[in-house]
Structure formats: structure tokens, C-alpha cells
């Protein structure tokens, strides 16, 4: 059984029009002349052109409703316009009726009679076989034409499914994102505490013995308070549910680098590295986010073009850090392929909470670059 489209409920404008026009055109032909006596001339008019009406509507009932006028003989001619009104009747059932036993009942019903009709009458006994195919060939191709429909509906359904569930799953990878974060900041949120914890238990003791040195432990203190509420304003903000505390080990940063790179060639990776961090001090969410790039490239790397030459630029200044990651040999995806997962998707998630800019895509020359420029101070932070 092949899927039909929703029949409407009522005749369809066009159809109705279109009856209107055949059963004009038929009486104006028995009119002039006829087939049969008047009264059978019309009646053979009539049944054989308003079933197209109902082609849509009721197919099967439709095109046996013509079948049976042709039982009703017409010693004087037939109608000329009775092979086209066959062909739209049963192309009908072949493309609106579901059932694929209808169709061929019904097929099979207008065969026998139009052949035996044909037989009966004047024509030759070769006209028989036009009858048949005039029957069969329509409804052959209406039954074509619904299986197309029938699987580009499928098509696009699965189309949107498909679009849904990429949409869901970037979602979700940028929500495993933002808990990674989330993980993160506690790290970065504890270390500032800790060095104001150190610097009160400094200025504490300065202020015992000699205030006048209290002023450095208790200006560290004001520094990390504010930097620490930074973080917290532009991170805690975006993200819905806290996660289970986890590995509190210290977060990587851009003197990590090296030894990334070094692994990287240990697993045969031809790499070059620049770096040259920025002379002032840079933020620790923008350290780790560059480690981040740099790592998810260089493995991507290593799994989609094992042997390759990467060049790994990580400069910095007073205004930014660029982190560029650049495939000379050969196109690789970017980290985690945008059409297999989702890394990038949540590597620009992360560089959008910091105010930066991440760019990836083909180069000219035929190989893959990921560039990323990050601000080496934070809203906020001192």
C-alpha cells in the first residue's frame, strides 16, 4: 500500500470545472450527432464525463461509474472525447487510491468491459488492444506518479527529523560546553580564594607588627576579589545547573603549549610552533581557552591526517591572543568535524563567552586553518 495524500472531502473546484467543460462538450457532440437516441445519448454524455468530479474524491468509484456506461450500446458512434476522459479516470485511481488491490480490480474491470465493448462492436479486433492500453497505461503511471509522491514525502520527512536532531544535538553540545565551563570556573574561582585566603592571613600578621606593609597583601586581596567576581558575573549567568565537583587538578595555560606540541609529535604529527604569550599578565580563562583551541586542534589533526605538517601560532600583545592552528597539506575538519560532532560548535561557545572571535574553514592553498582571537583582558577583571 502506497501512503496517499489527505483526499479532500469535497470535489475539488478544478475538477468540477473541468467536468463541466467535457459534459459541454459531449452534448454539444450528440447533439449535432448522435450516437444513440436522445435520451441515451445524453445519458451516455452525462455518465461518462461527471465522474470527473469525483477522480480525487473517490477514484475507484469514479472510473467504474464511467466503466459501466460503457456496457450501454451506441450503434450510431461513441463519444470522441471518451479515450482522454478513460485516461484521466484511471491515471486517478493509479495515483489517489492507496490500496494497490483497488487499483488493480478496478483496472482490471475497465479492461475486460472496454475490450469486450470493442470486440462487440464495429471496429476491428486490433481496436481491442488500444482499449486496453488506453485503460492499463493511465493507471500504470498514476501508480508511478503516487509512489514518487509517496517517497519524496518520506524524504522530507526524514529531512526534518534530521534537521531536528542536529538541532538538539547542538544544543546539547553546547550545553556539555557550558558545564565544562562551569567545572572550570570552580578551579579558577578557587585558586583566586585561596590567594585572598594567603593574602589575609598576610595582611593579618603585617597588621600586628608592622601596618605600614599591609597595604600589598591587602591590594592582592581587592585584585583577585574583583577578578574572581568578574568570572562569576559572566559565567554563573549562562549557566542552569550546577555540576558535581570533579578533577580540581590545576587548569592548563599557555606555558602548557609546548608539551602539547610535543605529544603531538610523538604521534608523528609534523608541527611547528610560534609562541610568544603576551608580556602582561593574561587572564586565566583566556590561557585555558587557547590551550583548548590548540588542543582540540592538534587532535583532530592527528585523527584525520596523521602524518600531516601543522603550523601553531600562539602570539599575544596587550590588546589580544591569536591562536591559529593551520593544516598545510591537506583539508581536515575542524575540531570535531561540524558534520560529525560537535567540538566546534562548543569551542565557539566558549570563545563567545570571552569576547572573542573564532573563524575556521578551507584555506586557499587547499589545507584547513582555525584561527581565534581572544581578548587578553576581561570585562571586569582588574
Known sequence: MIPSL???????????????????????????????????????????????????????????????????????????LGYLIAGLLFYSVGAHEARLWRVVVVTGVGVVVGVVGTLLGPEIWQAAIGAALAVAGPAA????????????????????RLVQERATAE??????ERSRIARELHDVI??????????????????????????VPIEAIRSSAAEA????????????????????????????????????????????????????????????????LVQEALTNARRHAPGASVDVRVVGDDAEVLVEVVNREGAIPSPRSESSGFGLVGMRERVRMLGGRLDAGPTDEGGYALTARLPRELPGAP
Open 229 to 292: 567576581l568578574a568570572e562569576m558575573r559572566r559565567v554563573v549567568g549562562m549557566l542552569r545547573a550546577a555540576e558535581e565537583e570533579e578533577d580540581l587538578r590545576p587548569q592548563p595555560g599557555l606555558p602548557d603549549v609546548p608539551a602539547l606540541v610535543e605529544q603531538s609529535r610523538a604521534a608523528g604529527l609534523q608541527v611547528d610552533l610560534t609562541l610568544r604569550p603576551p608580556s602582561q599578565p593574561t587572564h586565566a580563562s583566556v590561557e585555558l581557552a587557547a590551550y583548548r
Open 171 to 176: 544544543r546539547a553540545a553546547v550545553a556539555e
Open 141 to 160: 503511471a498514476g501508480r508511478l506518479v503516487a509512489h514518487q509522491r509517496s517517497q519524496t514525502a518520506l524524504l522530507q520527512e526524514l529531512t526534518g
Open 6 to 80: 489527505p483526499r479532500p472531502a469535497v470535489p475539488p473546484r478544478a475538477d468540477v470545472v473541468l467536468a463541466a467543460v467535457f459534459l459541454a462538450l459531449s452534448l454539444l457532440q450528440v447533439v449535432l450527432a448522435p450516437i444513440a437516441s436522445p435520451v441515451v445519448s445524453v445519458l451516455v454524455a452525462a455518465g461518462s464525463t461527471l465522474p470527473l468530479a469525483w477522480r480525487r474524491v473517490h477514484p475507484a468509484v469514479a472510473a467504474l461509474t464511467m466503466t459501466a456506461v460503457w456496457t450501454i450500446p451506441t450503434p450510431q458512434g461513441f463519444l470522441l
Open 190 to 215: 578557587g585558586h583566586e580564594v585561596t590567594v585572598i585566603a594567603l593574602q589575609a592571613d598576610a595582611a593579618a600578621a603585617a597588621l600586628a607588627k608592622a601596618p605600614e606593609r599591609a597595604a
